[in-house]
């Protein structure tokens, strides 16, 4: 079998600097992950999640699509629970926040639509969008007079807005006042991807927007299990009638099986018992008071990110990867430092130490 022209594409992505290497597990201080609450390993909740599973009978897998017999209870359970923590009519439950992406765009916009995204959004969103096949236009991150001359052209179609609440690699946060602004002048329909937001944002980790705000405002929240709420697996959540739509006709939820049983059991204990992510917050913030980096305005503080040159001491002590373009901007190169509620004092005492250099 030949297979010259894989191994091309290979060397062209390792030169370009697109080639990712699957590192060995790192086992030093997290300064990493996205487990900002210490939720994926919190024995306490792996003890009782695990109990609940045998207690329950709840099956280690669906073994079919939900459209044909895999539509199990713990789903449904899963979905009414984070409509009702988040204050939406109705959730659907997708592999990944990646997948809630596709499924969205793959199904909701039409061909006479158009959508606009902020440049910034997470890759996931962007590839979304371009497979879409939909009209779409990007305008520079957070740039809302750029998007309001956009959103001034006449069009006969509906127009679809993409944002992140809380932007992944620099912790941006998205201007909501500016945005609801644009939303009373213009009507679009609102798509906010809280990957990095629900479960740790806000109010009693709510996100970036309140109840008010989905009930009145926003169009379709995409959300993400695998970051502050320590699991794995996403989901969209909205209207009654949107989450129909999406459940009958998108042929991304209709042909997967759906998410493992365990990470939808994991995500309703965390929406019914809510005391799990309040002292994952507490704890995180009295970790955030231990932190003398930089503060930046209208960021989230558990993330930094540290434009500087290529730094052999930040990845030896805290395992961090260097980002580059397309991951950053050009000129922006540099590290994305996570702070989280299970990092020590001593390691961030050594991470002060090399934050004052």
């Known amino acids: 079998?030949?297979?010259?022209?894989?191994?091309?594409?290979?060397?062209?992505?390792?030169?370009?600097?697109?080639?990712?290497?699957?590192?060995?597990?790192?086992?030093?201080?997290?300064?990493?992950?996205?487990?900002v609450l210490g939720l994926a390993r919190n024995s306490a909740l792996k003890t009782h999640l695990l109990q609940r599973m045998l207690n329950e009978n709840i099956p280690l897998g669906a073994a079919a699509s939900r459209s044909i017999s895999g539509n199990l209870p713990?789903?449904?359970?899963?979905?009414?629970?984070?409509?009702?923590?988040?204050g939406t009519q109705a959730g659907i439950l997708t592999s990944s926040a990646f997948q809630a992406?596709?499924?969205?765009?793959?199904?909701?916009?039409?061909?006479?639509?158009?959508?606009?995204?902020?440049?910034?959004?997470?890759?996931?969103?962007?590839?979304?969008?371009q497979q879409s096949k939909i009209p779409s236009t990007g305008f520079p991150h957070a740039d809302f007079n750029a998007l309001e001359s956009l959103l001034k052209k006449p069009h006969a179609g509906q127009t679809y807005l993409a944002i992140e609440s809380v932007y992944s690699m620099t912790g941006s946060i998205s201007n909501k006042t500016d945005l609801q602004s644009l939303h009373q002048s213009y009507g679009f329909r609102l798509v906010v991807d809280e990957a990095h937001s629900f479960g740790v944002l806000g109010q009693q980790g709510l996100g970036w927007?309140?109840?008010?705000?989905?009930?009145?405002?926003?169009?379709?929240?995409?959300?993400?299990?695998?970051?502050?709420?320590?699991?794995?697996?996403?989901?969209?959540?909205?209207?009654?009638?949107?989450?129909?739509?999406?459940?009958?006709?998108?042929?991304?939820?209709?042909?997967?099986?759906?998410?493992h049983p365990l990470a939808a059991l994991q995500v309703s204990e965390l929406m019914e018992s809510p005391a799990w992510i309040a002292e994952g917050i507490t704890q995180l913030h009295k970790n955030l008071n231990l932190i003398h980096g930089p503060k930046k305005p209208n960021s989230v503080p558990w993330i930094l990110y540290l434009p500087m040159p290529k730094n052999r001491e930040w990845e030896a002590k805290f395992g961090l990867k260097y980002l580059t373009p397309?991951?950053?901007?050009?000129?922006?190169?540099?590290?994305?430092?996570?702070?989280?509620?299970?990092?020590?004092?001593?390691?961030?005492l050594t991470l002060n130490e090399c934050l004052r250099r």
């Open 1 to 35: 079998m030949n297979l010259s022209d894989l191994t091309l594409r290979i060397q062209s992505a390792q030169q370009d600097g697109r080639f990712k290497v699957l590192p060995n597990s790192w086992q030093g201080p997290d300064f990493q992950s996205n487990d």
């Open 101 to 129: 992406n596709a499924l969205f765009f793959s199904t909701i916009p039409t061909r006479h639509d158009r959508i606009f995204y902020d440049k910034s959004v997470h890759a996931s969103m962007r590839l979304a969008i």
């Open 209 to 259: 927007a309140l109840k008010k705000d989905r009930e009145d405002w926003i169009f379709a929240t995409i959300i993400g299990f695998g970051k502050a709420l320590g699991s794995a697996g996403g989901g969209i959540l909205g209207s009654q009638t949107l989450i129909e739509l999406l459940s009958g006709t998108g042929k991304g939820f209709i042909y997967s099986t759906g998410i």
């Open 326 to 348: 397309p991951t950053v901007d050009a000129g922006q190169e540099g590290y994305r430092c996570m702070v989280h509620a299970h990092n020590t004092e001593q390691e961030l």
């Open 74 to 86: 713990i789903y449904q359970h899963c979905e009414y629970a984070l409509s009702q923590y988040a």
